[in-house]
């Protein structure tokens, strides 16, 4: 199987496991005047709660609804990678975030990891978080191995399995569209095949991320147009119509942002599209911690992406193609899958409008009309920028997150709290003395780590521990239970103005 959630066979057919969607946030009832559980140095013992707020239990059902751990064996299945946390924290309803992880198996093998920013709706982010390896593997496997597959598929034999996933159960919680997302595969690795160019070593992954991101998203547009072209015209919307996430209209009008980083020996590479970050924790040789930015924000505030946009456009759109700091005053990203209303013809655009309301009835409001001065698109591009990096002793960890880690944390700030988190997790293992350790050594080392030891720490998942910082941080470093649990209190319809979806998967490089 190419991966261990599907198989494929001669009538190209994909199945996909489905699982329960990502649940919203439990309502929370009001309770009694209860205590935080006590803890030697913990900010939960020094604070009675007031009535009407939740239970230290209560918050953390919250923050770890979602959280999942992974720790690669040791050697070289592990391809760099120690592990990683991941977790996520839904503001929408449903959630428009999306993550992925995967062990790629062919040699020399690699890992890849991914964070999806959706908007206009969860279907795009949902739909590339588990299309876009595959594309990533089509793109990279050496074109042996493409004919071998291919000759599997067209001979209904057993393909051999390619993606081993690693993912909480409620990921990948939809139907993508099977047969169409398989056939779309193919096309692209029989594309490979007829070209019949193997790429060089040094460039190879570059080249294989760039285009697996361009193929996706084209594949995402045809899609949507010949399901346009064959599925009958509709002037008013009918009941249940319109409203499957794998709908290929839907998935194309809405959305997505996507950061994707493959390491394999030793070189870890990231492909970024949108306004998600991916960041380095470094360690110096004096043990202070530094942030190393490996991506580059997608929108205006960034001044050589706004230049890209303008010269793309004639001078006369130059006050209209970028207004409110946003692509055509609507996307706050200059770069995204899907979002066709940014890439199609306007004649295309108006006959979804004019005969789809059925679509339209279940997308955003914003996607339901043409945008202003709509004169010259494409305006939104899916290549990715990639940066290549190999990885150094110093670097410790890698935190990988959507746009809403980053609006409420500075980056350095998010290396410190991880690395005070691994630290303190670290100080509390158990000590094993050695045969020739003589008490008086013992001693002084446990005095050592007496002196270092951090307050105890809520979270064995560094994802989670960072959410709980981002929502809950009293601006000296440390934890407000009160703040924290206003932030996790937010009805839904509120939450939204005061965060976005957050999605943080942070990746273990060496030992601390």
């Known amino acids: 199987m190419l991966g261990r959630t599907g198989t494929f066979s001669k009538r190209c057919r994909f199945k996909i496991q489905q699982h ?45 609804a979602n959280e999942y751990n992974h720790t690669f064996p040791k050697g070289p299945a592990s391809h760099g990678v120690l592990g990683f946390h991941s977790n996520m924290l839904p503001s929408n309803n449903p959630c428009e975030d999306s993550r992925s992880s995967a062990t790629f198996l062919p040699a020399p093998g690699g890992t890849l990891f991914a964070v999806f920013d959706g908007h206009a709706g969860p279907a795009c982010a949902q739909t590339i978080s ?21 000759w599997a598929v067209e001979n209904e034999r057993a393909v051999p399995q390619l993606l081993e996933w690693h993912k909480h159960p409620q990921d990948h919680s939809f139907h993508d569209g099977g047969s169409i997302s398989f056939h779309s595969l193919r096309n692209f690795w029989q594309e490979r095949l007829e070209d019949g160019e193997d790429q060089e070593d040094e460039a190879k992954v570059t ?35 319109g409203l499957s996430l794998s709908s290929p209209l839907r998935v194309a009008l809405s959305g997505s942002t996507a950061c994707v980083v493959h390491v394999s020996g030793g070189v870890l590479h990231v492909a970024n599209l949108g306004d998600s970050r991916a960041v380095l924790g470094v360690q110096d040789e004096d043990g202070r911690w530094s942030a190393v930015s490996l991506t580059n924000d997608h929108n205006a505030q960034n001044p050589e992406e706004l230049q890209r946009i303008l010269k793309e456009h004639p001078p006369s759109e130059r006050r209209t193609v970028i207004r409110h700091d946003r692509l055509l005053g609507l996307l706050l990203p200059f770069r995204a899958f899907g979002d066709v209303r940014f890439k199609w013809s306007a004649e295309m655009l108006r006959q979804v409008y004019e005969s789809r309301p059925d679509v339209l009835s279940a997308v955003d409001d914003a996607v339901r009309t043409l945008p202003q001065h709509y004169m010259t698109p494409p305006y939104l591009s899916a290549l990715p920028e990639v940066t290549r990096h190999q990885i150094r002793p110093t670097d410790k960890f890698l935190v990988l997150a959507t746009d809403g880690l980053w609006e409420l944390m500075h980056r350095q700030t998010v290396i410190q709290r991880v690395a005070e988190q691994l630290t303190g997790l670290q100080q509390q293992r158990p000590i094993v003395p050695s045969e020739d350790m003589t008490l008086g050594s013992l001693q002084r080392l446990l005095l050592e780590r007496k002196g270092k030891v951090l307050s105890v720490l809520e979270d064995q998942n560094a994802a989670t521990h960072l959410l709980r910082h981002a929502l809950g941080d009293d601006g000296y470093g440390g934890v407000s239970p009160n703040r924290l649990v206003k932030m996790l209190s937010l009805p839904t319809e509120l939450a939204r103005r005061y965060r976005d979806d957050i999605t943080i998967t942070v990746i273990h490089l060496n030992e601390l």
């Open 20 to 64: 329960r969607s990502l649940p919203s946030s439990p309502i929370l009832p009001k309770l009694p005047g209860l205590q935080f559980p006590a803890g030697i140095g913990s900010r939960w013992s020094q604070v009675r709660q007031e009535p009407g707020q939740m239970s230290s239990a209560q918050i953390n059902r919250i923050l770890k």
């Open 130 to 150: 588990q299309r876009l390896f595959y594309y990533i593997t089509m793109a990279m496997l050496p074109l042996r191995m493409l004919e071998e597959l291919d």
């Open 207 to 241: 080249s294989a991320l760039l285009n697996a991101f361009r193929r996706l998203d084209y594949d995402l547009s045809v899609e949507a147009q010949v399901h346009l072209s064959l599925s009958s015209p509709r002037r008013v919307s009918v009941p249940g119509e």
